[in-house]
Every structure is written in C-alpha cells, then in structure tokens.
C-alpha cells in the first residue's frame, strides 16, 4: 500500500521559515519523481516544487523561486521542501504527491499558516 504523510506544518511569523517533511512507503521511492503543491482556501491547487527521482533537477513556481528549497533522502524515502521568508499569501493545505504511473498518490496535507 502507497503511504505519503506529511509534516511540519504550522503557524509561523512573515520572514519565518518552516520544513515540510513528506515520509513514504510501499513503492520504490528512488524510481520516481516527488513534488509538493499547496492549496489556499477559494482556490486551486498549485504545484510549488518538483524534483526528479535521483534529485539531481528540480522546479519551482516563480512565487516561491529563491524562498524555497525542494529534496530528498532516498534513503529515507522521504521528500523535503524548505520554506524561508514566508509571507502571509504562502498561507495553504501543502500536499506532498509521488509521480506514479497512474494518477499518482497524494499525501492528507499539512497546513501552514503564516501570520503575524
């Protein structure tokens, strides 16, 4: 069974960082890629980060380019994403999602809420 789960969410000040943990289990994380996307209330979900299975490539949104920092641990089978200078409109449900074939696995979401 494919498991995603997330962690490290929570409140935080504008300027304040936080780590995003996603840990997996019951595929062979090193094949494939991960991303992170977010939702914000009234809107859609956007994809904010992507990194390719070996982690050698990745891809932000141009919102948070600079602020934010996707990796991973393919010994851990775990995805990370670093958020720093966080502001008030970074405020969503973040989702880790594995690259499947398929439609892919996402996580149950982790809520970051930044305010002051």
């Known amino acids: 069974e494919v498991r995603l789960v997330e962690s490290g969410g929570g409140l935080v000040q504008p300027g304040g960082s936080l780590r995003l943990s996603c840990a997996t289990s019951?595929?062979?994380?090193?094949?494939?890629?991960m991303s992170w996307h977010r939702q914000a209330p009234g809107k859609e979900r956007e994809m904010v980060a992507h990194?390719?299975?070996?982690?050698?490539?990745?891809m932000y949104a141009d919102s948070v380019k600079g602020r934010f920092t996707i990796s991973r641990d393919n010994r851990k089978n775990t995805v990370y994403l670093q958020m720093n200078n966080l502001k008030p409109e970074d405020t969503a449900v973040y989702y880790c999602?594995?690259?499947?074939?398929?439609?892919?696995?996402w996580g149950q979401g982790t809520q970051v809420t930044v305010s002051s």
């Open positions: 999602f594995a690259r499947l074939p398929g439609p892919g696995y």
């Open positions: 019951g595929f062979t994380f090193s094949n494939y890629a």
């Open positions: 990194i390719i299975n070996t982690g050698s490539k990745t």
